[in-house]
């Protein structure tokens, strides 16, 4: 379904093309909301606030909503030349990111082509990482990663006595996460890198397309405060 499409789905589930009283919307207008309701969708799909209380990965259905805005990249080290068992990645992705999943620790052979070990990173709090810090009265024993994601830096706190500064120089850092959508842009027939344009179709899947359209049309009768807002929550709580 392109663009195009989801804007005469939008007329015809609020009866614009049979004229009703409802007031007429601007393709504009349809783009907010439609906006509006792709991020709203996203959320629900991947936190888990929908009606099958079911996260990302949840379920089958949740992995095939969302695995069009899947990406995994490999993240920079920018660490100094340091004692200190903190190691800086600078968070520079192709794609905007919307929601983080996971990320390895990725230990390459000498080579440095071959991938020796992967190991988990667990996210924690600032609060949580400080315990981590290797300090002159503290030398934690740490047995898996850890990491908080501090604005563009992704701040990974490791075992020196496993990790020394020559062993970590040879890793690498792995991202999944989910990005950022492209906005609808109905005045654009075709889009680029950040737009979908008229003749272009959302990047997630398909069969979530009506969903967006649903869920957009809820948004818009809500805000003119019709009635039948009353009556269109039941349909869309039965598109799980």
Not at 46 to 62: C, D, H, I, Q
Not at 129 to 157: C, E, K, R, S
Not at 188 to 201: A, R, Y
Request: hydrophobic fraction near 35%.
């Amino acid at each position: 379904m392109t663009l195009e499409d989801m804007h005469t789905a939008f007329d015809v589930e609020l009866d614009k093309l049979n004229g009703t009283s409802y007031p007429s919307f601007l393709p504009e207008e349809k783009d907010f909301w439609l906006n509006k309701a792709y991020l709203m969708l996203i959320n629900q799909k991947f936190t888990g606030s929908n009606v099958l209380g079911e996260g990302f990965e949840g379920g089958v259905k949740r992995i095939a909503d969302l695995q069009n805005l899947l990406r995994t990249e490999r993240l920079t080290d920018t660490s100094e030349n340091t004692t200190s068992n903190l190691i800086n990645y600078e968070i520079t992705l192709s794609d905007k990111m919307l929601y983080f999943i996971s990320a390895i620790f990725v230990q390459m052979k000498d080579d440095n082509q071959t991938v020796d070990t992967i190991i988990p990173i667990r996210l924690v709090t600032h609060d949580v990482l400080q315990n981590f810090m290797a300090t002159p009265h503290n030398l934690p024993y740490i047995p898996y990663p850890v990491g908080v994601i501090d604005q563009d830096q992704f701040i990974i706190a490791v075992d020196r006595f496993e990790y020394s500064k020559e062993k970590t120089d040879k890793c690498q850092v792995e991202i999944n996460y989910i990005k950022y959508p492209k906005t609808f842009d109905s005045s654009k027939t075709n889009g680029n890198s950040t737009i979908t344009g008229l003749q272009d179709s959302p990047e997630i899947a398909e069969h979530t397309h009506n969903e967006i359209v649903a869920l957009a049309v809820y948004l818009a009768i809500e805000n003119i405060e019709s009635p039948r807002v009353q009556t269109n929550v039941q349909p869309l709580n039965m598109q799980e």
